[in-house]
């Protein structure tokens, strides 16, 4: 079976044999453009063959995209079982179609892992599942492979739980009815009426965080990484009296720069929250463990910065009692599609502007695709962006 051996550190000169000292000497001053560090993944096959393609990709992704070192080994121990899977049933890795994604994944959702003993969750198989995809849409990009059968279905083969109504259906229950998703999944925004009930029904300081991911569209990630010092009282408004939007510097997905601008009012709301609810817990917390205030923005009643899971349940559970479902990177999605319909009527009023790349801007994207698929929504979701705009735009937030 394939198998993942980790690059060492090069051997001292005297751990070596006396006819491979030179050699060891002379090996640190050899200049490698972009040598993969210690520590670096390294894939082989069965008869251990270093798996080139595997290796490329995921330097790639180390080096020059600068992935986090989590990242870096999820996807090495995606491609490490997708080629064990391969190996199993004597298929060459670039002869892999859509019936042997289709079978991968039936193995995952009848077997449990070997690694865990424990059946596989739906969302860890939809993470291989799009790691695979993720792979050959690389590899065919890169010349890798002249075409695949698995290039550019990204969004093909994902297991999907169906919606009932005020509910979604429950594992145990129901799983006969996961299926192959056979068209593309594109955002669903909150309508007017949902945002409004979920901003009510959460407590700070998850309600403003809710906020903050509908009128700036941050990541949930880059949300938590807001410092206290990054929402400083602001100068106000400009020499004309206008509302002046606050710019601020947020590290992205892959470790990357970008910028979120902030309106007025919703720096002023989070003025109040920090002289009112942060103050007291953090005074609170002070007095009974006498630990010094973390610098993060976002603190739960008990003084500690705001975890993610933690956040992203309660929005799960309110949608939940009000019949919708409600995720992080829905609410960030709704900014999205608020933002790309306003502007799409200021083009067409006139404005000499490019709405989707204001848009990729404003998200963070890589591909200018990616954010293409929030206008395909707007498309399709018309009279659902009606009330976003009505609500969330002419209203102050």
Same mark, same amino acid.
């Given at each position: 079976?394939?198998? /993942?051996?980790?690059?060492?550190?090069? +051997?001292?000169?005297?751990?070596?044999? +006396?006819?491979? @000292?030179?050699?060891?000497?002379?090996?640190?001053?050899?200049?490698?453009?972009?040598?993969?560090?210690?520590?670096?993944? =390294?894939?082989?096959?069965?008869?251990?063959?270093? $798996?080139?393609?595997?290796?490329?990709?995921?330097?790639?992704?180390?080096?020059?995209?600068?992935?986090?070192?989590?990242?870096?080994?999820?996807?090495?121990? /995606?491609?490490?079982?997708?080629?064990? %899977?391969?190996?199993?049933?004597? /298929?060459?890795?670039?002869?892999?179609?859509?019936?042997?994604?289709?079978?991968?994944?039936?193995?995952?959702?009848?077997? +449990?892992?070997?690694?865990?003993?424990?059946?596989?969750?739906?969302?860890?198989?939809?993470?291989?599942?799009?790691?695979?995809?993720?792979? #050959?849409?690389?590899?065919?990009?890169?010349?890798?492979?002249?075409?695949? %059968?698995?290039?550019?279905?990204?969004?093909?083969?994902?297991?999907?739980?169906?919606?009932?109504?005020?509910?979604?259906?429950?594992?145990?229950?129901?799983?006969?009815?996961?299926?192959?998703?056979?068209?593309?999944?594109?955002?669903?925004?909150?309508?007017?009426?949902?945002?409004?009930?979920?901003?009510?029904?959460?407590?700070?300081?998850?309600? =403003?965080?809710? @906020?903050?991911?509908?009128?700036?569209?941050?990541?949930?990630?880059? =949300?938590?990484?807001?410092?206290?010092?990054?929402?400083?009282?602001?100068?106000?408004?400009?020499?004309?009296?206008?509302?002046?939007?606050?710019?601020?510097?947020?590290?992205?997905?892959?470790?990357?720069?970008?910028?979120?601008?902030?309106?007025?009012?919703?720096?002023?709301?989070?003025?109040?929250? &920090?002289?009112?609810?942060?103050?007291?817990?953090?005074? &609170?917390?002070?007095?009974?463990?006498?630990? +010094?205030?973390?610098?993060?923005?976002?603190?739960?009643?008990?003084?500690?910065?705001?975890?993610?899971?933690?956040?992203?349940?309660?929005?799960?559970?309110?949608?939940?009692?009000?019949?919708?479902?409600?995720?992080?990177?829905?609410?960030?999605?709704?900014?999205?599609?608020?933002?790309?319909?306003?502007?799409?009527?200021?083009?067409?009023?006139?404005?000499? $502007?490019?709405?989707?790349? /204001?848009?990729?801007?404003?998200?963070?994207?890589?591909? $200018?695709?990616?954010?293409? @698929? #929030?206008?395909?929504?707007?498309?399709?979701?018309?009279?659902? =962006?009606?009330?976003?705009?009505?609500?969330? $735009?002419?209203?102050?937030?």
């Amino acid at each position: 079976m394939a198998r /993942i051996i980790y690059k060492s550190t090069l +051997p001292r000169p005297e751990d070596v044999p +006396p006819t491979l @000292r030179a050699a060891a000497v002379a090996a640190p001053t050899l200049r490698v453009r972009e040598p993969r560090p210690a520590g670096f993944p =390294l894939l082989f096959s069965s008869t251990m063959q270093l $798996i080139e393609p595997a290796v490329a990709f995921l330097h790639e992704h180390s080096i020059q995209r600068a992935h986090t070192a989590e990242t870096l080994r999820t996807y090495a121990e /995606i491609l490490l079982d997708w080629f064990n %899977a391969l190996e199993q049933d004597g /298929i060459v890795w670039s002869d892999a179609d859509a019936v042997d994604l289709v079978a991968y994944r039936n193995r995952m959702l009848s077997t +449990p892992s070997l690694r865990t003993r424990r059946p596989y969750s739906f969302r860890t198989i939809n993470h291989r599942v799009r790691g695979v995809l993720r792979f #050959y849409e690389w590899a065919v990009r890169h010349s890798k492979l002249p075409s695949s %059968a698995l290039s550019g279905r990204y969004t093909d083969y994902t297991v999907t739980r169906r919606y009932d109504g005020a509910r979604l259906c429950d594992r145990a229950g129901d799983s006969g009815i996961f299926l192959l998703r056979q068209f593309e999944s594109l955002p669903r925004p909150l309508s007017g009426a949902q945002a409004s009930e979920l901003m009510a029904r959460l407590l700070p300081p998850y309600d =403003l965080m809710a @906020r903050w991911q509908l009128y700036t569209g941050l990541r949930v990630g880059e =949300l938590l990484q807001l410092s206290i010092d990054d929402v400083a009282p602001h100068a106000g408004a400009g020499s004309q009296g206008t509302p002046q939007p606050h710019v601020i510097e947020v590290l992205c997905k892959g470790r990357k720069r970008g910028y979120v601008m902030a309106s007025e009012s919703l720096l002023d709301e989070t003025q109040v929250y &920090r002289s009112q609810h942060r103050r007291g817990w953090l005074a &609170r917390a002070g007095r009974r463990r006498g630990v +010094p205030a973390p610098a993060s923005l976002f603190v739960n009643d008990r003084g500690v910065p705001v975890k993610k899971n933690t956040y992203q349940r309660l929005l799960r559970t309110v949608g939940k009692e009000f019949g919708f479902r409600v995720t992080s990177h829905q609410l960030r999605a709704t900014f999205a599609c608020m933002m790309l319909a306003r502007l799409e009527q200021l083009a067409a009023d006139g404005a000499a $502007i490019n709405p989707l790349l /204001i848009v990729k801007i404003l998200l963070h994207h890589e591909r $200018i695709e990616t954010t293409d @698929r #929030y206008l395909r929504a707007v498309a399709v979701d018309t009279h659902v =962006l009606t009330e976003i705009l009505d609500s969330l $735009i002419s209203e102050p937030p």
